[in-house]
């Protein structure tokens, strides 16, 4: 299984992430670093303990870390996924604790003892990730691959018309990222990609209802407030799974369709906030990044329903 280290806003579609990664039998989860995002830190941790524990592994170690974007103020994103990012739907209480030591800690520690060897997964705000990017620049280089939920590739965004909410939120943070990144050892993908290729329609939730597991019962409760809002705001029914589909490409890149190498700048003016500036010219910059394009939907969505409805324990 894949080493991983995630680091997640926990919100209902992290949660869902973070059960693929715990119960696929393809991830072997070191540790989980939180920061601020759809919710505010200390929430984010207790949703990210929570999902573990759902799917088995109260023994993963969850650090927090960054509680608000490096120059902005925080804007979570509570009317997506409910006051407490889960649905509102009176979780108890996670049995284990949070660790002591802080999530950028861990991000600078875990590469160097384990060089090469570890997947980054980020689900958030790039914070945590820019904060340690900036005590070691060469941080991303120690990582087997880090994939990021992040961006819109193609404009079609969640905040605004031409941003996504993890870069939005921090969008001095995902330019740091870019600046560090080569396309070899960094993946993007976007909410387009999401939207096209990971959409919970009305009959995926049936057949989840139906699979009736403790864990697949979770995640649909969990989604509820997301679904209310992907109908809203998007006019199509059922909701994306951002996240997942990210966590599903990192444990098998073999579900990747279409991907490009692209120069990506991040924008931060007041109206084009958190819009990735892709440079497509011939005379562009080497590319700093490999964008995912395309998912194949059917696949993604098999090694879900497989997740939930038969979890394999993890190492
Ligand atoms: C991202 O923002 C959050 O709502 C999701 O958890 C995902 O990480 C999508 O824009
Ligand atoms: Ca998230």
Redesign the pocket.
Known sequence: ALPLLIDT?T?S??AVALLLAAASGLGDIRAVTTVA??VPVETGTRNALISLQTAGRTDVPVHPGCQRPMTRVLSS?QH??GQDGMGDIDLPDPVAAPQDTHAVEVLLSLPRRYPGELTLVT??PLTNIAAALLSDPLLLTRFRHVYC?AGAADLAG?VSPTA???VWADPEAARIVTQAATPDKVTWIG?DVSRKDAVMSPADQRRLEQIGTPMADFAHRINRTLDEWARDVTGLAGYDL??PVAMAVALDPGLITEREQAHVDIAVGDQTRGQMIIDRRKAAPAPNLTLVRRVYEAGFKKLLFDTLANPVPSP
Do not use: Q, T
């Open positions: 806003d919100g579609d992290d995002g759809n994103a997506v996924h689900l958030a939920m969640n996504e909410f993890n909410w951002p996240d």
